[in-house]
């Protein structure tokens, strides 16, 4: 004959079955709670690392940075070298980072799965070399449950690659600029590889130029506008008069002459 649990070895029994599955409760919520965290880890890295990838692309490709240098802002403005894209802008709006290009449409670079924060842009000058952008952004997980939340801050630098270039003409800032087209210390070596200098001497066709200007080719002097006064401004000055039809062109040099008068000498 089998004998029967007593009360006590019942409420013992209870409370070890209890125990079991108070404990596996415990330690399935903390698995998933590791896995909420695991993949709100993955989806900030993620997005964090594609929106870098699109940054670093277009910072690298840009033909110039137009923000203000050493300053920071929550909006980059690239100029590209194509015109289908030209301007692109990266800003943030209610946690989203958005990318815009040529004045189009707005599109998203990141997901409703993360919030973007504290997005800043700061342009660089790493002369003669290009200049580079700082970013810094603060990448959030979307949640209200304080065990899935996750964020982490990004801070990189990117430099330019691409070589300015200019699809409008270049004008200085302000009527009264005093802008300048390289230095004494950076100076421009060639244009169009037409226009070649060599220190204060300037040169056409001619790639080191030996003398404050050196052609190398023929000067052609095409005035058809009215010979102006030979004066103190004018001194120096040579003028080419192109004739009626059948008529003798002349050459002349505007002068000074010995009694402290200006007139112009016609040199044939």
Same mark, same amino acid.
């Given at each position: 004959m089998k004998k029967a649990f007593t009360l006590i070895e019942l409420l013992?029994? #209870? !409370?070890?079955?209890t125990i079991v599955i108070v404990s596996f409760i415990g330690?399935?919520?903390e698995v998933v709670g590791v896995q909420g965290r695991q993949t709100s880890a993955a989806a900030v890295n993620e997005e964090s690392q594609f929106l870098l990838q699109?940054?670093?692309y277009y910072v690298e490709l840009s033909s110039a940075?137009? #923000?203000t240098q050493d300053v920071a802002t929550p909006v980059l403005t690239l100029r590209m070298p194509s015109s289908s894209i030209d301007p692109t802008v990266i800003s943030l709006s209610g946690g989203t980072v958005y990318l815009q290009q040529a004045g189009g449409a707005s599109q998203p670079l990141t997901s409703n799965k993360v919030s973007v924060s504290n997005l800043s842009f700061t342009r660089r000058s790493n002369a003669p070399g290009h200049d580079s952008v700082s970013v810094s952004f603060t990448v959030s997980y979307n949640t209200s449950n304080i065990k899935q939340m996750f964020a982490q801050a990004l801070q990189t630098s990117i430099a330019r690659v691409s070589a300015a270039t200019f699809d409008s003409s270049i004008y200085p800032s302000g009527s009264g600029s005093n802008a300048q087209l390289g230095t004494t210390a950076n100076p421009w070596t060639s244009i169009n590889g037409v226009i070649d200098f060599s220190g204060s001497n300037v040169g056409i066709n001619a790639a080191s130029p030996q003398q404050a200007l050196e052609v190398n080719g023929g000067v052609r002097l095409n005035t058809s506008a009215t010979e102006p006064a030979?004066? !103190?401004t004018s001194r120096g000055t040579l003028w080419f008069w192109e004739r009626a039809t059948s008529a003798t062109d002349t050459l002349q040099l505007c002068y000074e002459n010995t009694t402290g008068t200006y007139a112009w000498y016609q040199i044939f």
């Open positions: 013992i029994a #209870t !409370a070890i079955f330690i399935f919520v699109k940054v670093q940075v137009s #923000t030979c004066n !103190a």
